[in-house]
């Protein structure tokens, strides 16, 4: 093996497309996948490829500091793609406290066990945040988030993720970590945990519930394809430039409510339903508590500097996701928990 590679958070949404992609692309590294599978960790998004030699999967939480040291001594990481991280901003409005521990102090515990293993030998070694375009704050309707932007994180998710990376550039400034971070706007595609708006309106539309739109749906959020922002990493991972930041994102504004719209037309094709059936589900509900009103990203570092492209047929990848959780039961039946089922009474029923 040429590698050894850390990935935290691969059972997760985002994370089991990383891990997917890295363990069958460069099959002479050795992938470990650290996740704690909270309600979001699920390992059955990577039965593909769970028994493939290059790829171990280890249980375990990154905010008990004694653990993670454990793991870096006896793998000896040659690099870090740090995903882990409570990701819901409504959880983080209910409960602040688990974003605190498992985004700042988990990411101040690897980072403190990769500066043990490595010490001044930082040669070929990489510790790479994956972060949110939601630590810039809200937007306008004009203009977008570049790398200059600055941070003004609104929501005790987005909070927590700014000081995430304000440590990780002071663990590059200080010790000299060599550190990359990309900051990503909103990701769609198969396994998002369906607290999250599109998989939680496909299941709502299947099972005939109410969709809830917060406030009047105007607000707009930027969609990028979960295998993109996966190859962004990669390249990013292979030819980021030390202490840098790349912003990443799809060039593919939607209001909340433009957007519900076009999968509840999909929705009433694929259930052979008369037009104009799903959309009657949609329901406008009180808005979230401090909702930003507008994420748009500017990824024109990333383009001119590492060549990096997102799909471009946003209707064509949107109609598969839809497809996927329309013939994923099992994994929905799966998901669909007592411990979710409770929060979405809390969230939704009891409001
Ligand atoms: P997710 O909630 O689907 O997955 C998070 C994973 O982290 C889960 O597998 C969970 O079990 C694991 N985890 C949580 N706490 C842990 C702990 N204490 N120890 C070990 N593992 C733990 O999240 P996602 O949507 O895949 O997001 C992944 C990363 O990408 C996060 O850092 C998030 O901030 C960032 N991000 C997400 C989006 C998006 O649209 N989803 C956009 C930009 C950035
Ligand atoms: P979400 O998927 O939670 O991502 P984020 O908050 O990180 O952008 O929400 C996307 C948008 O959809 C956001 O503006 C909030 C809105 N939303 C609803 O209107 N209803 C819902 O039930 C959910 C979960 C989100």
Not at 70 to 97: C, T, W
Not at 144 to 152: A, W
Not at 171 to 188: D, E
Request: charged fraction near 25%; include cysteine.
């Amino acid at each position: 093996m040429s590698k050894t590679i850390l990935i935290t958070g691969g059972a997760g949404f985002i994370g089991s497309h990383v891990v997917r992609l890295f363990v069958n692309k460069y099959p002479d590294y050795k992938i470990v996948n650290l996740d704690k599978l909270t309600y979001a960790g699920n390992l059955e998004n990577l039965s593909d490829i769970d028994n493939k030699e290059n790829y171990q999967f280890v249980k375990g939480d990154i905010t008990d500091s004694k653990f993670v040291e454990s793991v870096f001594q006896k793998y000896q990481f040659d690099g870090v793609i740090h995903l882990a991280a409570e990701s819901h901003v409504d959880r983080s409005i209910l409960n602040p406290m688990e974003f605190i521990n498992t985004n700042i102090i988990g990411t101040v515990n690897l980072l403190n066990a990769t500066r043990n293993i490595w010490k001044e030998n930082t040669k070929d070694k990489l510790f790479y945040n994956i972060s949110t375009d939601e630590v810039y704050g809200a937007l306008g309707s004009e203009g977008f988030f570049t790398e200059e932007t600055r941070y003004d994180p609104k929501s005790p998710y987005s909070a927590s993720k700014a000081s995430a990376d304000h440590l990780v550039r002071a663990y590059f400034n200080t010790y000299k970590l060599p550190v990359v971070i990309s900051n990503c706007s909103n990701n769609y595609g198969p396994n998002q945990f369906p607290e999250k708006l599109i998989p939680l309106a496909v299941n709502n539309i299947k099972n005939n519930k109410p969709l809830p739109i917060y406030g009047k749906g105007e607000n707009i959020r930027d969609w990028l394809y979960v295998e993109d922002h996966a190859k962004a990493i990669d390249l990013i991972f292979h030819k980021g430039k030390l202490g840098n930041t790349y912003n990443i994102g799809g060039n593919n504004e939607w209001t909340n409510i433009d957007l519900i719209h076009k999968l509840c037309e999909i929705m009433d094709d694929r259930l052979n339903k008369p037009s104009g059936t799903s959309a009657k589900l949609i329901t406008f509900v009180k808005d979230r508590a401090g909702h930003d009103l507008r994420y748009a990203i500017d990824s024109s570092k990333l383009q001119k500097e590492l060549g990096w492209k997102h799909s471009v047929n946003f209707e064509k990848r949107f109609e598969q996701t839809v497809d996927w959780y329309l013939n994923s039961q099992k994994w929905l039946d799966n998901i669909n928990s007592g411990e979710y089922e409770k929060y979405y009474e809390k969230q939704y029923v009891k409001r």
